[in-house]
């Protein structure tokens, strides 16, 4: 499933934020087609817990990162 990550800056783990809706896939024959929107996230950021080492982080919404799988 297509979804935006997150890598925690203290243990490197990557976890994710959010799914995408696979219905709003791009085709796989168009290499660049759009994907969608970024999740909206407050301009100061959003604090989250990484589930590998639990140290709480404030993440802003250039470091979300597209994942295929």
């Known amino acids: 499933m297509p979804r935006w ?8 783990h ?7 809706d696979p219905e709003r ?3 796989m024959t168009d290499l660049f087609a759009w994907i ?3 999740p909206k996230l407050p301009e100061e950021g959003v ?3 990484c589930p590998n080492c639990k ?3 404030t993440y802003k ?9």
């Open 61 to 69: 919404l250039y470091q979300l990162t597209y994942r295929a799988k």
């Open 5 to 12: 990550v997150i890598g925690c800056p203290e243990c490197g």
């Open 25 to 27: 896939r791009p085709p």
């Open 14 to 20: 990557e976890f994710t934020h959010s799914e995408i």
């Open 36 to 38: 969608g929107d970024k």
């Open 47 to 49: 604090s989250l817990a």
């Open 55 to 57: 140290k709480m982080s």
